[in-house]
């Protein structure tokens, strides 16, 4: 069924390329064609977000046109790169189905099987590990480069292992994302015990600071960092395991200020243990309800 389906599936992906192209054009959109990689770049992360939101709701409707957004952000910062020379979508496709078939050994045939989630897992990270080494090795055969202030030669800087990890992501996911990577090398606890003495460390060295000072505020990220890693040892999500704990904390709120205005009240008036008390109550109830 999916092959006869494919000449329409083709269509529809053309027809949204060449609508973004025209919109690119000088007879176009006036705000697309002056849009840039750099002007845009928070749609993606905000399309993205709203995905997850549609998901996490169990709303189809929703996640279908939420992914379209998405899909047009692709599609608009291709553009953007062909009108540059940079690239093209069809090379964008291309890469993607390269690192696909590279990355899935154990289903195209290349001396590998899996017959689990884990063992999938442990091949990705096997052959990502291949391609920063090859990767490396490209590097130091491209030669030198030029020193532009002093005439001179100096060797090309070779991409580190954790610069494929972006900046820009949210801070619990990129901390569980370079830990697995250096873990990945050999670069971890030997156990998640052994983590937690770590976090009970970490947490001495942040009482010991000035409060407020830019030393506890950094102590305070090793504190997080190391927590991060209690959860990646337990194979839990750590930006998953946040966002249901804040998904928690504003139901529990939401009917704090529920039972506060059925008094006609606002839970800004009340005092420290009448907040206490319908915390409480409010815990009760989602935990009855869960």
């Known amino acids: 069924m999916l092959r006869s389906d494919a000449p329409r599936r083709q269509r529809t992906l053309e027809q949204a390329v060449r609508t973004i192209w025209r919109l690119r054009q000088p007879d176009g959109c006036p705000w697309d064609k002056e849009q840039t990689h750099a002007s845009i770049k928070k749609n993606m992360i905000e399309e993205a977000f709203e995905v997850v939101d549609a998901i996490e709701a169990g709303d189809a409707a929703h996640l279908r046109e939420e992914l379209g957004d998405v899909l047009m952000q692709v599609l608009l910062h291709a ?15 291309r890469d ?4 696909l078939v590279r990355r899935h050994p154990h289903v195209f045939g290349y001396g590998e099987s899996a017959s689990s989630a884990d063992e999938v897992l442990g091949i990705w990270s096997k052959v990502k590990l291949a391609e920063h080494r090859a990767e490396e090795d490209a590097a130091k055969a491209s030669g030198d480069v030029a020193d532009v202030a002093s005439g001179a030669a100096s060797p090309a800087k070779p991409q580190g292992l954790l610069d494929s990890v972006p900046r820009s992501m949210p801070a619990l996911m990129q901390a569980q994302k370079v830990s697995k990577k250096a873990a990945a090398c050999g670069f971890d606890w030997d156990s998640t015990t052994d ?10 060295e942040f009482l010991a600071e000035k409060p407020g000072s830019p030393e506890a505020l950094e102590e305070f990220g090793d504190v997080l960092f190391a927590a991060v890693n209690v959860a990646r040892k337990e194979h839990l999500d750590a930006e998953t395991a946040l966002r249901a704990s804040c998904d928690k904390f504003r139901e529990r709120w939401a009917s704090m200020e529920a039972a506060a205005a059925s008094e006609g009240r606002s839970v800004e008036d009340l005092s420290r243990d009448e907040l206490e008390e319908l915390w409480n109550k409010a815990k009760d109830g989602v935990s009855e309800r869960a």
Do not use: P
């Not at 553009?79 to 496709?93: L, N, P």
């Not at 993607?96 to 690192?99: G, I, M, P």
């Open 79 to 93: 553009q953007i790169a062909e009108d540059a020379g940079e690239f093209t979508f069809a090379d964008v496709c």
């Open 195 to 204: 983590v937690w003495k770590k976090v009970d460390e970490e947490r001495g």
């Open 96 to 99: 993607l189905d390269d690192k």
